[in-house]
């Protein structure tokens, strides 16, 4: 397998492939692996040794090895996929030190499928430090492991795993010339956003690689990663220092900006019955949620408070923050008018009230109000002077359709009929069939009133007619026939005797046949009748 020339310089120095074997379970059980030479990826067989070459008879020597998580096919003693290993030194021979700035190995989420020889792509740099040495030597470094289990939430995957280190006699090494600086590998200008009012955590990788150990020196930042970055532009400087003590630095810019709009609350629509021409709506000011700035309060349009017309208006309500974000929300306000117009009565016949045909009744009239409309027409139907008892309706109706009616009944008045005496004699009545000789005159004589005024304008007769009628014993009526009156004689009213005088010229031929005779009044309703037979 071909190797970077990193790692060839790493080798040169005398660090080699670290493998950790797992102890008396390691056939079953999942493990952790190690890899001496500082560089990804990680591989070789288990238990290889490290191979530092020479110490350092004058000061220590520092190099890194890499952790990574392995998977050896246990069926029962599996890492959970998508789980977390920890990791922790503890303990070292000869001297040894670690540190190890990081002590989580996260499982890949597919970890079961391939259950066998599997190395995971996540690793944990550890800085091991071998102190200064005049003698040949060889040393273990131990780790301890616990990961989450497949298939469960309560137990673990656990066990120890160590390193042999060796090294040959120790030289002298600060006479070694190494006047290269490690690379830093920084990442580009990040561009976060706001999570606060602080501004927002951030995290990064920085890393740096040396052609000679450690291969991967250790990197410091500031701000560190994971550290809480203000709004604005804040640059992070971060140095590497190889074992010569050769220091690289650098920067990169880190932007924390607030581009999210506040989120303004759903307020529910509002339906509303008018209560005039415009209809006032109150609400809450609606709940605004940002992240950055605190206290912003909603302004709506049209505001709380507003008289809204009948109809459908959309409000608007929208906070800006303090970066110039807007968020905003919308509602509806319905008023609707289902109010019909109310009536009044005006002018008209007296309610319940009783008027003689012919008397002069007051015309009715009304008026109507709407609360949005104001004053609407007012139609009344109903109104007569015929004789009988008459119902007033006033209706109204609003721009929206809404028809006001008054009830049935409500209002009502009569127009009374006139009364009559008569036929006076020579006219039987009271159901008397007056005989006649054919062609005679007979005077019909009558009176009509106006209430207790007494008509004499002939106008106040409407007519008379004459109708067959069936003679008794007999079996068929006589025709009808027209009302003739004697010579030139007309309907005349006789002031001296204070009536209605008609005369009537009976048919000339017929003897036998019987006829009603009836007067209608003008009020087309009084009547006087009387029945004769002719001889």
């Given at each position: 397998m071909m190797r970077s020339s990193a790692f060839r310089a790493l080798a040169a120095a005398g660090v080699a492939l670290l493998l950790v074997a797992g102890g008396a379970s390691a056939a079953v059980a999942d493990q952790i692996?190690?890899?001496?030479?500082?560089?990804?990826?990680?591989a070789g067989p288990d238990g290889q040794a490290a191979n530092i070459g020479a110490a350092c008879t004058d000061t220590s020597r520092t190099f890194t090895v890499l952790l990574a998580a392995r998977g050896n096919g246990g069926?029962?003693?599996?890492?959970?996929d998508?789980?977390?290993?920890?990791?922790?030194?503890?303990s070292a021979e000869q001297g040894m030190t670690v540190s190890m700035p990081d002590t989580s190995l996260d499982v890949d989420d597919t970890w079961s499928v391939n259950r066998q020889n599997r190395i995971g792509t996540d690793t944990v740099a550890v800085q091991v430090t071998l102190p200064a040495k005049t003698e040949a030597g060889q040393g273990k470094v131990h780790f301890a492991y616990s990961g989450e289990k497949f298939g469960s939430t309560t137990q673990k995957v656990e066990g120890n795993s160590s390193v042999t280190v060796n090294w040959t006699a120790g030289v002298t090494?600060?006479?070694?010339?190494?006047?290269?600086?490690?690379?830093?590998d920084l990442p580009e200008n990040m561009t976060v956003e706001a999570t606060s009012a602080a501004g927002a955590?951030?995290?990064?990788?920085?890393?740096?690689?040396?052609?000679?150990?450690?291969a991967a020196p250790l990197v410091t930042c500031q701000p560190a990663s994971g550290a809480t970055f203000p709004l604005?532009?804040?640059?992070?400087?971060?140095e590497a220092t190889d074992a010569a003590g050769n220091k690289s630095t650098g920067t990169f810019d880190v932007l924390v900006q607030d581009t999210t709009d506040p989120v303004v609350e759903d307020l529910p629509d509002v339906v509303r019955?008018?209560?005039?021409?415009?209809?006032?709506?109150?609400?809450?000011?609606?709940?605004?949620?940002?992240?950055?700035?605190?206290?912003?309060v909603a302004a709506c349009s049209p505001e709380s408070g507003t008289g809204f017309e009948v109809g459908i208006t959309t409000v608007t309500c929208s906070a800006t923050d303090a970066a110039g974000n807007t968020g905003s929300s919308t509602f509806s306000v319905e008023i609707t008018d289902k109010t019909p117009p109310e009536i009044t009565w005006t002018a008209g016949p007296v309610n319940g009230g009783h008027y003689v045909f012919g008397e002069v009744i007051p015309q009715p009239s009304c008026t109507a109000f709407d609360l949005v409309d104001g004053e609407v027409a007012c139609l009344v139907s109903g109104f007569s002077t015929a004789v009988g008892t008459h119902e007033l309706t006033a209706t109204a109706t609003d721009t929206r359709d809404n028809v006001s009616t008054t009830e049935p009944g409500e209002y009502t008045y009569t127009v009374d009929p006139w009364t009559s005496k008569g036929f006076f004699q020579p006219v039987d009545m009271g159901g008397v069939l007056n005989t006649v000789k054919a062609g005679s005159t007979v005077p019909l004589k009558f009176e009509l009133f106006a209430g207790s005024s007494e008509l004499t304008n002939v106008s106040a007769v409407k007519g008379f007619t004459v109708k067959g009628i069936v003679c008794p014993a007999a079996s068929t009526p006589a025709d009808d026939i027209e009302l003739v009156t004697t010579g030139q004689t007309v309907l005349r009213y006789d002031t001296t005797a204070g009536q209605f005088i008609q005369n009537w010229q009976t048919p000339k031929s017929g003897a036998g046949s019987c006829y009603r005779v009836t007067m209608l009044a003008a009020d087309?309703?009084?009547?006087?009748?009387?029945?004769?037979k002719l001889k």
């Open positions: 692996i190690v890899d001496g030479d500082g560089v990804v990826p990680i069926d029962q003693n599996r890492f959970a998508g789980g977390e290993v920890t990791v922790s030194f503890t090494c600060v006479s070694v010339t190494d006047k290269i600086a490690p690379i830093l955590v951030v995290t990064y990788e920085a890393t740096a690689t040396d052609e000679t150990a450690p604005g532009t804040t640059t992070v400087s971060c019955e008018a209560t005039g021409p415009t209809t006032g709506v109150t609400w809450a000011s609606p709940t605004v949620t940002e992240a950055v700035t605190s206290g912003l087309s309703y009084t009547t006087i009748t009387a029945d004769f």
